[in-house]
Each structure stands twice: as C-alpha cells, then as structure tokens.
C-alpha cells in the first residue's frame, strides 16, 4: 500500500504542532504502522524531541531539497523513523529560488520511499513560504491543529482561506482531514467557545471540494506532561503511560488509519 503522506500544517507557531506530529506518529506505531516523520521546519523541534542534536548532524532535510540527494532517515526512534532538520533550512528558499520545479522537491525526494512506509507525517513550519508549498504538493492528505484560544481561533478563519487558495493552486487532489483542537481546557468559557467555533467552521467547510470529508478530531488537552515528554526526547505515551491525554491521541490515530 503506498504511504498515507499527512502534512500537519498551521501558519501559526505555538499551537501544538510538532508535539501533535510526534505523538499520533507513536500511536500509528502503536498499531503496527510503519511511520516516517519529516522534520521540514528550520527550528528544528521535532528533530530534538526525539533526541538528535541538530547542530551535530552531518545531514539533514535540506541536503534532499537542496542537493537531490537521498532523504538521510534515522531509523528506529521510539519505533518510528525520523527524517531531521536544523537551522540551515531556512537557507533552502533562497538557494532554490530560481530552480526550475522547486516546489515538487521534497514529493521527489519523497518517491522513492512510498512504499515504505504506511504513514508519512509532515511537521510544517508555522509560515506560507516555499517549505510549506513544498509540503502540501507531497502531500496526500492535511491536518491543521487549532489552538482553543480566542486570538488562534480569531485568525482561523483566514488561515483556512490561505489553506483553501493553497490547495487550489498547488494540489487540488489533497484531502483535507480536519482540524485537531490543541491545548484544550474544558474548564474556561474561552476554550469550550473555541471549540463550538471550531466545530461550526468545519461543517460549513464541507460545501468545498477538498473540505468535503474534513472533519473535527478529539480535543487534546493543555497537560504539563507533553512539554516534560518533549524535554525527556519521548512520546507522551513513553513518559506518563497513565496520562488522560492519550485518549484523544488514540482515538485520532485509530480515526486517521481507518479512513486510510
């Protein structure tokens, strides 16, 4: 079967992102998947939760992209395989700028390994730039975390839109999935008004081509342990096996693997 390809994406930074990549990819591993994350944001989080030194590593993301060389994939991290980044991505604009066919360089780079892998999970830098486009044209299918604040809900609206334009540009073939609520509190008006607002875009959504099956996952839920699991290099699951916050985790990824 050739690899379900999940960019997550959200032009906005802090909202959860690559902690939400690194963790539904332990749980599609969890259920005997063979999943490949690619780190394609020049901070390079991803690649230190799961325990490289960015600024040690020979090669990286950018070498595929900039060079064609092959993907440099570091096998068997928390029974996933990782594709890392560092800072000198942010280079790779620039230096491709007046390459023919630049947008398609990381779906070339990633040809080869389709059937490989039954999941490839995209952790997206939070910008509209080429690594970006780059993403959602070797993409298959998208996932946008949403942060169940105010002010990330506020901007929603004209991320869609981007998101929207996006697809009809680069890639009119790709599923949009939905959107997974981050940092979730239950407690506030704040978080509960989010997520009703959420819920309410979505479904409106549906009247769009690429939007038709999108739907609104779990809710994660604002937990102190996903930033001491990030800082420890392990997956939630790995860190506190009893924590509450697994169970939306669980569910996403067994919802994304039966719609596969």
């Not at 739907?215 to 699951?237: G, K």
């Amino acid at each position: 079967m050739t690899a379900s390809i999940i960019a997550f994406f959200n032009q906005s930074g802090g909202v959860g992102k690559t902690t939400l990549t690194m963790n539904i990819g332990y749980q599609l591993a969890i259920l005997g998947k063979r999943v490949l994350l690619i780190d394609l944001d020049p901070q390079a989080s991803l690649t230190t939760f799961m325990g490289l030194k960015p600024f040690e590593l020979e090669q990286t993301v950018r070498d595929a992209l900039v060079k064609e060389e092959a993907l440099p994939i570091h096998e068997k991290i928390h029974n996933m395989d990782l594709v890392p980044s560092n800072i000198f991505l942010s280079e790779s604009e620039m230096q491709l700028v007046t390459e023919f066919r630049r947008e398609y360089r990381l779906k070339d780079a990633l040809e080869p390994l389709k059937d490989l892998y039954d999941y490839i999970l995209i952790d997206c830098p939070p910008s509209l730039g080429l690594l970006s486009v780059m993403s959602l044209v070797a993409a298959t299918r998208l996932l946008i975390p949403i942060q169940t604040e105010y002010k990330a809900v506020e901007g929603t609206m004209f991320l869609l839109k981007t998101i929207s334009d996006l697809v009809r540009k680069v890639n009119r073939d790709i599923q949009v999935l939905g959107s997974v609520p981050t940092m979730y509190d239950d407690r506030t008006v704040q978080g509960r008004s989010a997520l009703q607002t959420i819920n309410l875009i979505f479904e409106q959504l549906k009247v769009h081509k690429n939007f038709q099956k999108a739907q609104v996952y779990p809710s994660i839920p604002r937990r102190t342990d996903f930033a001491n699991a990030s800082a420890a290099h392990q997956p939630l699951a790995v860190f506190s096996p009893g924590n509450d916050a697994l169970k939306p985790l669980t569910q996403i990824a067994k919802q994304l693997d039966e719609t596969q």
